[in-house]
């Protein structure tokens, strides 16, 4: 027995509307994934890229966030973060900071390789102070199951500085 099944004018709008959506994070998706490494990308639709902010001043802030992975890569993260994150993101004094940990579990994720792949200015309020929206290429040792960072991800890097005769500091988050 053939049914026949009646949409309504409504309800054909509706799947449609539903269809392209779709279509769109798909094609977005799909588009993200050939951008150049480190290269600037468009930013997403919500939010529109600071007029006046300096490429140069974000091609020297990407330097130093690949600089910071390269030194965690080398000598862990209490060596990063002492030389490249703000106060508030380092080991508290007087914590042990020896790395790597002499009784370490070998299935403990530790970076092994780090790269920026590509970067988004987010906010600028002078070459001082500014936000950008960064993907890295992050790969670790250890369990990848229990590693929720290994392969491309999006951080947001705050860069801060007192006067530009000073090094940057970073601020580094998973949000805006």
Same mark, same amino acid.
């Given at each position: 027995?053939?049914?026949?099944i009646r949409?309504?004018?409504?309800? #054909?709008? $509706?799947?449609f509307?539903l269809?392209a959506l779709?279509?769109s994070?798909? #094609?977005s998706?799909?588009s993200?994934?050939?951008?150049?490494?480190?290269?600037?990308?468009?930013p997403p639709?919500?939010?529109?890229?600071?007029?006046?902010g300096d490429?140069? /001043?974000y091609?020297?802030a990407?330097?130093?966030?690949?600089?910071?992975? /390269?030194m965690e890569?080398q000598?862990?993260?209490y #060596?990063?973060a002492?030389a490249? @994150?703000?106060?508030?993101e380092?080991?508290?004094?007087g914590?042990?900071? /020896? $790395?790597?940990?002499?009784?370490?579990?070998p299935?403990?994720?530790? @970076?092994v390789?780090g790269s920026?792949?590509s970067?988004?200015?987010w906010?600028?309020t002078?070459?001082?102070q500014?936000t @950008?929206?960064v993907v @890295?290429?992050?790969?670790?040792r250890?369990?990848? #199951?229990a590693?929720?960072?290994e392969?491309?991800?999006t951080?947001?890097? /705050?860069?801060?500085?007192p006067?530009?005769?000073?090094? $940057?500091?970073?601020?580094?988050?998973?949000?805006?």
């Amino acid at each position: 027995m053939l049914r026949r099944i009646r949409m309504s004018c409504q309800g #054909a709008r $509706w799947v449609f509307g539903l269809l392209a959506l779709a279509l769109s994070l798909t #094609a977005s998706c799909a588009s993200g994934r050939n951008q150049n490494s480190a290269a600037a990308t468009t930013p997403p639709a919500s939010h529109v890229a600071p007029t006046g902010g300096d490429p140069a /001043t974000y091609a020297a802030a990407i330097s130093e966030i690949q600089s910071y992975l /390269t030194m965690e890569v080398q000598h862990g993260p209490y #060596a990063a973060a002492a030389a490249y @994150l703000a106060a508030d993101e380092q080991a508290p004094v007087g914590a042990d900071t /020896t $790395w790597p940990v002499p009784d370490a579990d070998p299935q403990v994720p530790v @970076l092994v390789a780090g790269s920026v792949y590509s970067y988004v200015p987010w906010s600028s309020t002078s070459a001082d102070q500014f936000t @950008l929206c960064v993907v @890295l290429d992050l790969h670790f040792r250890g369990n990848p #199951a229990a590693n929720s960072f290994e392969g491309h991800n999006t951080q947001f890097f /705050t860069f801060s500085r007192p006067t530009p005769q000073t090094r $940057w500091r970073m601020y580094v988050a998973s949000g805006p």
